[in-house]
């Protein structure tokens, strides 16, 4: 048997949990949220996008049914929101290649654009401010830019996750590249636990009415 994350979304794994078998639905009732980050560093500042996923999957009860999926080099779990599916997505590529894999997934999933959320970490926000992003250039981030170089769109809606930008601009590198202190790691557990509030509540609204890229 699957998963019942997948199950319940009308999805069965087969073959090695590296296939999917898809269930067609409604316009604006499956939706992609893709948390970005570096492959093998989960714990830096760069992929704290990761960590909210983690977190998305922990509240919706599917913390344990992660699968790897080889199509599109990523970590899939599968949930219910109500009537409304949402497919997880951890890249297991570079930040800077992330886009192929978000691309590959909304191919797969017969998702557009505006159906992909990307949850990100963002320099210009102090560590503890969120906001949500509706479409837009990549403003310098290198993994938002290959998603829209690979969506070949800039539709995506974007949760911007502040880690705070260091005092010298050589420091930049080290800092998104380094883990989070102790003193911020504090601040961690309800910044995920408010960023999971705004990404649902935004999914719930968008849900109920017809899919508009707002």
């Given amino acids: 048997m699957p998963p019942p994350g997948l199950w319940s979304a009308g999805l069965w ?6 296939r999917f078998v898809l269930e067609p639905g409604p316009p604006g009732k499956r939706w992609l949220v893709a948390g970005l980050g570096n492959s093998g560093l989960p714990g830096t500042r760069h992929s704290v996008g990761m960590a909210v996923l983690g977190q998305l999957a922990r509240r919706l009860g599917v913390a344990e049914s992660w699968v790897r999926d080889r199509r599109c080099a990523a970590d899939l779990a599968l949930a219910s929101l109500g009537d409304t599916q949402l497919v997880l997505l951890r890249p297991r590529r570079l930040m800077n290649a992330n886009g192929r894999s978000v691309a590959q997934a909304a191919e797969l999933f017969r998702l557009t654009a505006e159906e992909v959320y990307l949850v990100h970490d963002e ?9 949500l992003k509706l479409g837009g250039s990549a403003r310098g981030h290198n ?3 290959s998603c829209i170089s690979c969506l070949k769109s800039s539709a995506m809606p974007r949760l911007r996750v502040g880690i705070g930008r260091p005092t010298h601009p050589d420091a930049v590198q080290a800092h ?13 557990p309800p910044l995920l636990e408010r960023a ?3 990404l649902l509540d935004h999914i719930r609204e968008r849900s109920q009415r017809p899919l508009s890229g707002t």
């Avoid at 794994?13 to 590296?18: D, Q, T």
């Avoid at 320099?123 to 906001?131: C, I, N, R, T, V």
């Fill in 13 to 18: 794994l087969s073959g090695g949990m590296s």
């Fill in 196 to 198: 999971t509030d705004l």
């Fill in 123 to 131: 320099l210009d926000k102090p560590l503890g401010k969120l906001a």
């Fill in 143 to 145: 993994g938002v830019r």
């Fill in 176 to 188: 998104v590249l380094g883990c989070f202190s102790p003193s911020e790691q504090e601040l961690l």
